[in-house]
């Protein structure tokens, strides 16, 4: 309301989280996006492998340290979504997709109750090594070292490592000729059903070390999976669809401008995502980056 | 005469009216309240059959028809206790209100609104998961409204002291009673449901019924698919607010969660363990619900996660619900219905095109 009294440094500060929550974003939403992409079904249970992730770095930490922790944590989330896909979403390949995204929200609903039943309702918190919780001064401001360097610095880590596996490999040559058309693929001799475990391991991957990067950041409690998956599905559509480029720029616009809200106006926070997300319905439907006709 | 017996109408008529005496008396525990566990059964059934307007007839999965439901109960809420709004330094002021038709009106109004609104923007631009996805990401607008503008919706704790309204030539108490609003509820809810069969059966409900098994041939026989679909959508929102008005009354209090993904889940859910092809099996389906829930939330806490398992063994291995079951088992009998629920085989003799079943009722 008063945009006059807001200053550069409380803009920093903004600037700052948003950075920080887009790069979670972007980690989440792409995970989502590769599987949807390849397998054209969605994941619900997305948010619930980002919060076994945070959960069981909770639980890694004091075992193993912090950084084996988090790498342990994503390993296992990856694992088991492998799992996951061989048992459950096997099954319904010759279904709608619909179906798929059915089965994963009562799945969703039976994690949340697990993560209930082994770590109880209250929030826990997960400290992070004092080597990362200094402070950097960057021209004159202070910035949070974990959440704006270490972060970020991850993050790109992890892109160009996805990007170089999709678009450098034998693997990501099947992943995104099976993208365009799964069933010519397995006609040439590719076993298709392994490659969707591994890709859907890769992706819950993505969610679990999201996750476990965000437990340091956030209070970790039950509830984290409902609120995270339904932005992911709003940075997915802001994106585009199945697009490695749209989950980037979605995740990062969201995190950022869901932050400036705070400044703006506070109540509407939560609401910046949904509002970008029905101008990108109006303007360019399959979303930023996406295909056309894909999946309209 | 055999067409009045078969019809679902009958069944459904039927079952209201047993309903108090059996809903909640679950075999894992006495529970008082078995009037009121009814009249809950009854607003989710309406909820649910106009979702599955949608998922069993159009064959759209809407995740997010909980904000009908939702915009329904705030309305006759806010309309019923009164409120004060300050649009822009516009003040506004309404007194409380004790007309429930006029309340019912402002419900499905703003429903509609909001419902044709969302259509136009929706339905010609995605299709399938997309537009289950959409449909959710609208429906969480919804929800942090009413969470996030205490001001008015009264934030997290939601409004309470919604007065039941009078009805004509009746004493000014007699809704107060939970067995006398359930009659009332039932008349409501077994009206509407009728409104909605005569839809489905209609030449109109024949054509949704042709979008959903393919579209590009009701389109190539001269339909305009897309506005069928937008009038589906629209008339789909009308049978929650229905829901959800008398939802406001019967609790008599509202908060957030009426408009929570939870809920949108939970009517998926429901219809799909009924059965989405048929009318009776969204109604069955809220039913089974609260009776599940009434039952296992008195062993464990953790009762979301045993209804979530039983969905997905639903959704995996009969995702016809419970009245496809019952078609399956009247048409194949019983030696049959085991051979083909355990034989891949006899299944394939059987049944050629499970992917698109015929409606069952």
Redesign the interface.
Known sequence: MLLASINAAQILDQLVNGVTLGMLYILVALGLNIILGLM???NFSHGAFFMIGAYLTYTLVPITGFWPAIVLAAVIVGLFGCLFEFA?VR??YR?????T???T??????F???V??IWGDDAVRVDMPAALQNPITIGGYDLPFYKDVFLVIVTAVILALVWLLINKTNIGVIIRAGTRDAEMVKILGINMPAMFTLVFGIGSLLAGLAGALAAPIYAVQPNLA?QWI?LT??I??VGG?GSFWGAIVGGLLIGILSSMMELIYP??V??TG?LI??LI??IR?RGLFGVEGL?? | MRRVFSSPLLWTAVVFVILPFVAGANPLHYSGGFIDIGTTMLCFALFASGFNLLFGHVGELSFGHAMFFAIAAYTTALYTKGFDLNLFGFPYHHDPGGNMLLALAWSLGLTLLWGWLLARIIVPRSSGIYYSMITLAFAQVIFFITYKFGDFTGGEDGLQGIARPQLPGLPADWLQSSLHFYIFAAIVTFLTLALLYWIIESPFGSVLHAIRENKERARFLGYDVNKYRVNAFVLSTLFPAVGGWLWAYYQTSINPDAGSVAYSGDVVMMSLLGGIYSFFGPVLGAIIYWEMQNGVSQVTKFWEAWIGIVFVVFVLVGPRGIMGLLDDLRRYGISQFVRRSVSKDARMETDLAEELPPVVH
């Open positions: 054209g079904v969605i459950l099954p319904l279904r709608l997709p619909e179906y995204l059915l089965m929200y009562g799945m969703a609903l039976v949340a109750q697990v209930r039943r409902s339904v599905f709003v997915v559509i669809i109540p509407a939560e609401l949904f997300m029905g319905l109006l439907p999946f309209e």
